[in-house]
């Protein structure tokens, strides 16, 4: 079974500065997707930023990208240039694309907190 | 907003009661996916339907029962409610399998 791991329960950064949020994962399979989620206090899942294993280009959205080492199995989040809108809690997930019984696992999140 | 319709958005019953959520998925998404979200367990993966089928499981309670209907809308029921049962029940949707997007979600309070 693949396990996702966060082990940053809590981060604090300034506005304007960058931060970033680890994500580890274990898994045995070649093809997988990788993907962060913010979840702010209206408790809405966003889908921030998606990441195909067999890509080795790291995905950028915006302010937001992704350093993914897949050989460490390791996927962190990297947000530019934080802004209070960034103030949310942040989870690591884990696809196996199993044609149409695919399913996320999540990591226990990382709560940031973006301060002026 | 992502295109993926929960209701209700809240919902405040008894213990030993029983409610229906209820999800509809973004336009053409055949995947319907639920979740709970409760304080101290995070995001745990209940059941997923593709196309009205099964297609996995996870911890979903034997209480607990979905379905998806013809016209790929799908419910949730949680029967013989207890208090811990409180949580944020998501429904996701997909069309290909490897991107779900969630709704905004339901909370169920049991008192």
């Known amino acids: 079974a693949q396990t996702v791991t966060q082990s940053q329960p809590e981060m604090s950064v300034q506005e304007a500065e960058t931060v970033t949020l680890s994500c580890t994962y274990d898994?045995?399979?070649?093809?997988?997707?990788l993907f962060w989620y913010k979840q702010p206090p209206s408790r809405q899942m966003i889908l921030v930023i998606r990441?195909?294993?067999?890509?080795?280009q790291n995905a950028t959205e915006n302010r937001f990208s992704v350093n993914f080492q897949k050989a460490a199995k390791s996927f962190s989040l990297k947000i530019s240039d934080s802004q209070l809108g960034d103030t949310a809690m942040y989870f690591c997930?884990?696809?196996?694309?199993?044609?149409?019984?695919?399913?996320?696992?999540f990591g226990t999140g990382t709560r940031l907190q973006v301060t002026l | 907003d992502s295109g993926v319709t929960q209701t209700p958005k809240h919902l405040i019953t008894a213990t030993g009661q029983r409610v229906t959520l209820r999800c509809s998925p973004r336009?053409?998404?055949?995947?319907v996916y639920w979740y709970q979200q409760s304080l101290d367990q995070g995001l745990q993966f209940l059941i997923h339907?593709?196309?009205?089928?099964?297609?996995a499981k996870g911890n979903i309670l034997e209480r607990f029962s979905a379905q998806q209907f013809p016209d790929l809308h799908s419910e949730l029921n949680l029967s013989s409610l207890e208090l811990g049962d409180s949580a944020l029940y998501f429904c996701?949707?997909?069309?290909?399998?490897?991107?779900?997007?969630f709704g905004e979600g339901s909370w169920l309070t049991v008192v």
């Open positions: 336009s053409g998404d055949l995947s």
């Open positions: 339907y593709y196309n009205g089928e099964e297609r």
């Open positions: 990441q195909e294993a067999y890509k080795q």
């Open positions: 997930a884990f696809m196996n694309p199993d044609g149409t019984a695919s399913k996320l696992t």
């Open positions: 898994t045995s399979e070649s093809n997988y997707y």
């Open positions: 996701a949707s997909s069309v290909n399998g490897n991107t779900i997007y």
